[in-house]
């Protein structure tokens, strides 16, 4: 069993950027792969970024392209997301997950097996 607990998020301004946080314990953590998810009021939950196992593999969504960096310090047992240039479509709560290891990043929430808390990012204009 794998406890995912995220820190970071907040308001910010358009143009700004936040850095999220997500500790994970309980299981072997480079077992997993971990992704960020996000999700807006009356709208689906939607794939930000994931990472592989070891780092080696990146896929984020086509929204935050260039402007989010997902990464992974197995030693540590975290998975930040550095954002950059918000916008107030970013706008969200924002969630953790680990996956059980397969072949491809999964980009779908029913693809991942534990979640975080989730937390908040607001961006006002």
């Known amino acids: 069993q794998v406890q995912l607990v995220q820190t970071g998020g907040g308001l910010v301004q358009a143009g700004g950027s936040l850095r999220l946080s997500c500790a994970a314990s309980g299981g072997t953590f480079s077992s997993y792969t971990m992704g960020w998810f996000r999700q807006a009021p009356g709208k689906e939950r939607e794939f930000v970024a994931g990472?592989?196992?070891?780092?080696?593999?990146?896929e984020y969504g086509d929204s935050v392209k260039g402007r989010f960096t997902i990464s992974r310090d197995n030693a540590a047992n975290a998975v930040p997301l550095q954002m950059n240039n918000l916008q107030p479509e970013d706008t969200a709560i924002y969630y953790c997950a680990a996956q059980f290891w397969r072949p491809t990043i999964g980009k779908s929430a029913s693809a991942y097996n534990y979640w975080g808390q989730g937390t908040q990012v607001t961006v006002s204009s």
């Open positions: 990472i592989s196992r070891h780092g080696g593999m990146t």
